[in-house]
Every structure is written in C-alpha cells, then in structure tokens.
C-alpha cells in the first residue's frame, strides 16, 4: 500500500500524458510546446491555445495564414527560425496580444507590409535577420510601441529615423541603416543602448541636438 501510495503521489497528472500530432508538449509544463524538425508546411492545428511558448524552428513552413494563429491570446514566444516563410498575411498575429518575443529570422520573407505586425502591441524581442526583403512598409513597426530589441537583416537597407519614430522603447536595433537625422526623430533616444552597424551602407549620420542617451 505504501508503495502504491508513493507512485501516484509521483505520477504527474493524467494530462501530461496526451500527445500531439507533429509537436510535443513540456513534460512538466503543457504550455511549451516544441514542433522543432518535424518537416511541418503549416502550423499544426492541434496545438492547444494555451500555449505560451510554441518553437516551429527548422521546418518547411512557407505561410503564416489569418487563421493560423487564432485564438492564441497566451502565447508569449513564437519560434519561428529556419523555415522558408515568404508570406505572413496581414492580421495574422492579430489575436496574440500577449506575445513579448518574436522570431522570423533566416526565411525567405522579401515583403513588410502595413498590418503585419498589428496587435503585437507587447512585443518586446523580434528577430527579422537574414530575410532578404525588397519593400519594407513606412508603417509596418507602428503597432510595436514596446519593442525593445530589433534584429535587420545586414543586405537590406532600413531607415533607422522610421523604425525609431515607431519604437519608443527601443534599447538595441540591429540592421543595414543608410542614414539618421535627428532632426526627423520625434524624441529622444532615452532607452538606445546599441545600434549595430556592421556592413552597414551608412552615408549620413546627422546629430545636432541631444537626442541620443548620454
């Protein structure tokens, strides 16, 4: 009796033991789910909406559909590296308001459009490195007022004065930048700690004023 007593006090939950499709599900913490180097062509709809981390990293997924994503108001980490993503269509990040990191790098994304982005209003971490893009929106980091950490790719031009006048919070901005005035950024760089330059094409780099963090 004692030792039957001792397995059921060690055995977790019965509900640990249900298992998904393509993906598996944290032993000790249901809500992480790992989907690493399954092959997978689009986001598996068996994934519980209570996830609060999902890693898709290293898979053969092309797009992110509106439908995707839904109803995954949890989710904070979404791992999406290494896949061959050159679509995202607008609105599909729409239901992931709690979402704080974010990571697109190393896909085959060219295009950064106006609502891709929109309700990611806690995103703080995103990762876009090693997309080659051709048309970056004016307006595509607008809902990002929390971001704090932005990784560019180092091919692609970006227009620092842009992603700055979006990014209040901004403390660490990696990318090709072609220029910054800081008569054109609406405030002071309070939370800039670095800005990566590496292979950057910069030409002109203006500061008259005490715009940035002493």
């Known amino acids: 009796m004692f030792f039957l007593s001792l397995l059921l006090v060690l055995l977790p939950p019965p509900s640990l033991f249900y298992s998904l499709k393509n993906c598996t599900a944290d032993f000790y913490d249901q809500t992480k789910i790992d989907c690493t180097k399954n092959d997978l062509t689009t986001i598996p709809s068996d994934i519980p909406k209570s996830a609060t981390l999902i890693t898709l990293t290293k898979n053969r997924i092309q797009t992110i559909r509106q439908t995707d994503l839904r109803g995954f108001t949890q989710l904070k980490t979404l791992r999406l590296r290494n896949n061959h993503i050159s679509l995202i269509e607008d609105g599909a990040f729409i239901d992931l308001s709690s979402l704080t990191h974010l990571n697109l790098a190393a896909n085959n994304l060219e295009n950064l459009t106006d609502n891709m982005f929109k309700g990611l209003s806690n995103l703080i971490f995103l ?58 950024c609406p405030f002071p760089l309070l939370n800039l700690t670095t800005l990566q330059l590496d292979d950057s094409s910069l030409k002109k780099f203006s500061v008259h004023s005490n715009v940035l963090p002493q």
């Open 127 to 184: 990762d876009l490195s090693f997309n080659l893009f051709r048309n970056i929106s004016k307006f595509v980091f607008e809902p990002l007022n929390s971001l704090e950490e932005l990784y560019m790719s180092e091919k692609n031009p970006v227009d620092l004065t842009n992603i700055i006048s979006h990014t209040p919070s901004i403390r660490i901005l990696s990318g090709d930048v072609q220029s910054f005035e800081d008569k054109l």
